[in-house]
């Protein structure tokens, strides 16, 4: 499971200080969380502030990439954040879990992210599951795919993807 790298301080506007834990990629040069967080943690921080509908509903999103991250730092990329993003906007419901110890090599990383990306993207409704085994196991990677029909996607160690219906 991805480790959190640093706690990050955000300032109120009535002098107080927020802390938020920094996900494993929040030094990108991007300074995406930063940017994202920062603006939400105050506005949450001013009790005079009464959040928007649109406020409430970026909080949501922003909890939901932020929770796929800490999670499943295997199974996320910006691509596949956006990607689940806009699935979950269609009524997707979509759940990572990140049961390794360590990355995965960097070949079924990419081959996992990509076929992720994919499936999260042509996906209208039900549910899908993507989960890394831990260290050892056959498959390194199984997605799920519940519709119309149930549709397992396994990535083995060497980054060969099977697809099967269940």
Known sequence: ??????????????????????????????????????????????????????????????????????????LVSQGVSDAIQA??????????????GSKLPEAVRRTTLRQLEQLVRSSTSGRIVARTAPEGYAEAVTILQVDAERNLTTIDESGTVTVRKT
């Open 1 to 74: 499971m991805p480790q959190v790298s640093a706690i990050v301080t955000f300032p109120c506007p009535d002098g107080c200080r927020l802390q938020a834990q920094k996900p494993p990629d929040a030094d990108q040069p991007d300074g995406r969380w930063s940017r994202q967080i920062g603006p939400l943690l105050q506005s949450l921080a001013d009790p005079t502030h009464q959040l928007s509908a649109d406020e409430r509903d970026a909080c949501r999103v922003l909890e939901g990439r932020l929770r796929d991250a800490l999670r499943a730092g295997n």
């Open 87 to 100: 699935a979950r906007g269609r009524g997707v419901e979509v759940v990572l879990v990140d049961n390794r």
